[in-house]
């Protein structure tokens, strides 16, 4: 049923129409709650009420992989009071947006990203870290495998949610147990009797084996205690290691992160893909 009076608008991502109600300068708009639909019918209903674009100044994003929002906040005050500044921080598990808006904006930005340098992986607000991995390994003619101990195949499903990604992702290893990490990564069993399953040592194995393994020249890999049991006084859960290897060489990093099972599992993949991305721009 259409109300008297109302325009429909066509739900190109469903059934129930947009209704838009207008009355002089004043309009109502009604749309379904499905938040796809809701999206693709948010333009054109504003379009059939009649409304006009906004003239306030564009925000400006950056958007930052592997770095709290506490420490990013104290390391960017003073360049924000320098410009007049007042940035918003977004937080996510393993990445910090920061935006701004204004007189300043646009030279307190190319300071944020001189400052931060390869943490800042894209200035477009709704671009992942895994599309600019994606590209990246495609213009090196690259191609990437994953070798995962406590993130259950997460950073194979991050990947492989870019279209495209089989152009340039192998495959993966999910190796929970000390014996496939042996058996099928190739990892020292003396290197897990002297440092644990989670340790820098046993992760940067893990990469290279699944490198060899897959036949890629990149890998990822992540060994860590999500929680929440696991944990010991001397590895406390959210204790994660992970290890990028590539032709040009290898990176490893030591976490500590914060939050529930979930927030440590995405945080840990974002810090893997961005790791990688860090080494091969």
């Not at 938040?35 to 674009?53: I, T």
């Not at 890999?221 to 590539?246: D, M, N, Q, R």
């Amino acid at each position: 049923d259409i109300p008297r009076g109302a325009i429909a608008v066509m739900n190109t991502a469903g059934i129930a129409p947009g209704l838009v109600f207008r009355r002089g300068k004043a309009a109502l708009i009604c749309m379904p709650g499905v938040p796809n639909e809701s999206r693709a019918l948010l333009q054109p209903c504003l379009e059939a009420a009649g409304a006009k674009k906004s003239h306030r100044e564009p925000v400006l994003f950056a958007r930052t992989w592997g770095l709290k929002e506490n420490a990013l906040y104290d390391r960017l005050r003073p360049v924000a009071e320098k410009h007049g500044v007042v940035p918003g921080y977004l937080p996510s598990p393993g990445r910090v947006d920061v935006k701004a808006r204004g007189e300043g904006a646009e030279a307190f930005m190319g300071e944020v990203v001189s400052i931060l340098g390869k943490r800042v992986y894209t200035r477009e607000r709704d671009t992942t870290i895994e599309q600019v991995l994606g590209g990246r390994l495609v213009q090196l003619g690259y191609h990437l495998s994953t070798a995962e101990s406590c993130t259950g195949g997460g950073a194979g499903r991050a990947v492989t949610g870019v279209p495209g990604s089989s152009g340039w992702y192998s495959g993966g290893v999910v190796c929970y147990s000390n014996r496939i990490k042996t058996d099928i990564l190739g990892v020292s069993k003396n290197t897990l009797e002297k440092h644990g399953a989670v340790s820098g040592e046993t992760a940067l194995e893990m990469a290279r084996g699944v490198a060899k393994l897959t036949g890629t020249q990149c890998a990822v890999s992540i060994t860590g205690i999500a929680g929440p049991g696991g944990g010991t006084l001397e590895k406390p859960v959210g204790t994660v290691w992970t290890a990028a290897v590539c032709p040009g060489g290898d990176q490893v990093h030591g976490w500590r992160l914060g939050g529930d099972r979930e927030t440590v599992r995405e945080g840990s993949i974002a810090r893997a893909l961005g790791s990688l991305l860090e080494l091969i721009t």
